[in-house]
Nanobody, 115 residues
């Protein structure tokens, strides 16, 4: 399993970023995918999950109405559109999948929200 995130960076409060995760090594269309984030000194937080076919999504209360998770099963990618970003959204964002009884992670991409 390989998960490679991209799209992080520095953005001003109120701005937007779109993260993308390219997946390989497993049958992508069969698995739900998730985005997590982590701030130094804190545990990793589940941000959003999307079902295998993309018909069902769930979000952390802190990002509802601002973030949108989506996937393209033809391209084996899962995206996280982040709008109205706040300083509290600053974190390393990780793409993740549960497969064969284990949870797999990408290397993470840094998102920094600051003026």
């Amino acid at each position: 399993v390989q998960l490679v995130e991209s799209g992080g960076g520095l953005v001003q409060p109120g701005g937007s970023l779109r993260l993308s995760c390219a997946a390989s090594g497993f049958t992508f269309s069969r698995y739900a995918m998730s985005w997590y984030r982590q701030v130094p000194g804190k545990s990793r937080e589940l941000v959003a999950t999307i079902s295998s076919a993309g018909g069902s999504t769930n979000y952390a209360d802190s990002v509802k109405g601002r973030f949108t998770i989506s996937r393209d099963n033809a391209k084996n990618t899962v995206d996280l559109q982040m709008n109205s970003l706040q300083s509290e959204d600053t974190a390393v964002y990780y793409c993740s999948v549960w497969a064969w009884g284990s949870q797999y992670w990408g290397q993470g991409t840094q998102v920094t929200v600051s003026s």
